[in-house]
């Protein structure tokens, strides 16, 4: 198991940059794909993007491309979703989640993934 904690949600107005963090607790970290997803009330978890386990293969919903930048840092056994020109439709609670494999799963469904941490609340107003 690699507990994950994520970090660093809040409030935002629109237009402003926001920084997620998930932290996992074992070194085995770099053995795993890593994914963002978000839940909003009433509606589906769903899908954000996705970053392999090298950190160099990354995909994006078209909803955030261009805005979002997911990373990693196997060295600090940590990744980071850098979410900037927040729009309202951004509310959610985001999730990191973690996946057994190096490579993107043929549907990124929350399926999946093995891992999840408890999520961060982002809210942002207009």
């Known amino acids: 198991q690699v507990p994950l904690v994520e970090s660093g949600g809040g409030s935002a107005q629109a237009g402003a940059s926001l920084r997620l963090s998930c932290v996992a607790t074992?070194?085995?970290?770099?053995?795993?794909?890593m994914a963002w997803f978000r839940q909003a009330p009433g509606k589906e978890r769903e899908f954000v993007a996705f970053i392999d386990c090298a950190g160099v293969g990354t995909s994006y919903a078209d909803s955030v491309k261009g805005r979002f930048t997911i990373s990693r840092d196997n060295a600090k056994i940590a990744m980071y979703l850098q979410m900037n020109s927040l729009k309202p439709e951004d509310t959610a609670v985001y999730y990191c989640?973690?996946?057994?494999?190096?490579?993107?799963?043929?549907?990124?469904?929350?399926?999946?993934?093995?891992?999840w941490g408890h999520g961060t609340q982002v809210t942002v107003s207009s």
């Open positions: 989640a973690a996946r057994d494999f190096c490579s993107p799963p043929i549907r990124p469904s929350p399926s999946n993934y093995d891992r």
């Open positions: 074992e070194r085995t970290f770099s053995m795993y794909a």
